[in-house]
């Protein structure tokens, strides 16, 4: 079992900007074949968005409409690790941010397969 912690999270105004981290389990992370890293949202009320995605043996990268251009994915494969850069962030980005990892990947969709997920880490945009 992968397991998969995130940090980064918290408050900020519009126009501001946040660093989200995703570290995976090195104990488990090949075991699974893992390829594939992503960062999900959702707040409530509302549909469970991905974000982006990142093919982790390529650098391919996936963003949604909604944040091209103010997001970044990133990764640090030493640290089995996955980063999410987030600037010039706006009221519709307050939700749960949730890291994933999986197998496959499409740019025109991130992760084929998201296999594991972390706990999820607030965002919160104020106005």
């Known amino acids: 079992q992968v397991q998969l912690s995130e940090s980064g999270g918290g408050s900020v105004q519009a126009g501001g900007a946040l660093r989200l981290s995703c570290a995976a389990s090195?104990?488990?992370?090949?075991?699974?074949?893992?390829?594939?890293m992503g960062w999900f949202r959702q707040s409530p009320g509302k549909e469970r968005e991905r974000v982006a995605a990142m093919y982790t043996r390529g650098g391919s990268t996936y963003y949604a409409d909604s944040v091209k251009g103010r997001f970044t994915i990133s990764q640090d494969g030493a640290k089995n690790s996955v980063y999410l850069r987030m600037n010039n962030l706006e009221p519709e980005d307050t939700a749960t941010y949730y890291c994933?990892?999986?197998?496959?990947?499409?740019?025109?969709?991130?992760?084929?397969?998201?296999?594991?997920w972390g706990q999820g880490t607030q965002v919160t945009v104020s106005s």
């Open positions: 994933s990892a999986g197998r496959g990947f499409v740019g025109h969709g991130g992760c084929l397969e998201d296999d594991f």
């Open positions: 090195d104990s488990s992370w090949s075991r699974y074949g893992i390829n594939c």
